[in-house]
């Protein structure tokens, strides 16, 4: 017997009649978040590295941080909630806490 014979014939567009080139309409949906995204790491090249200035990773995360924090806007809260927050924080500071800003 051949080795033709033993192996079955390979579709090439796959079990279902797709290539695995095709796109069809969920597709792109489906790869948009198959990768993850790095926050820090820097894929440049050497050469626009350089021109951007070298940045070390942790040069990067500190911008980074510096920047959400610019960027925070927090949450809508109720009055009445905000209240009695201040009041909660007030009584434990004068039972001894330490203030939330020290």
């Not at 926050?39 to 440049?44: E, G, I, T």
Request: with cysteine; hydrophobic share 30%; glycine share 8%.
């Amino acid at each position: 017997m051949s080795a033709h014979r033993c192996i079955p014939d390979l579709d090439p567009k796959g079990a279902e009649g797709r290539s695995l080139t095709h796109s069809g309409p969920s597709t792109p949906q489906r790869k948009r978040g198959a990768f993850y995204e790095p926050l820090v790491s820097d894929w440049s090249n050497f050469g626009q590295w350089t021109e951007a200035g070298v940045k070390t990773a942790t040069e990067r995360a500190h911008g980074i941080w510096k920047r959400k924090l610019a960027e925070f806007e927090p949450p809508p809260v109720d009055a009445s909630v905000a209240e009695a927050l201040d009041d909660f924080v007030a009584r434990r500071t004068a039972q001894g806490g330490t203030s939330p800003m020290d």
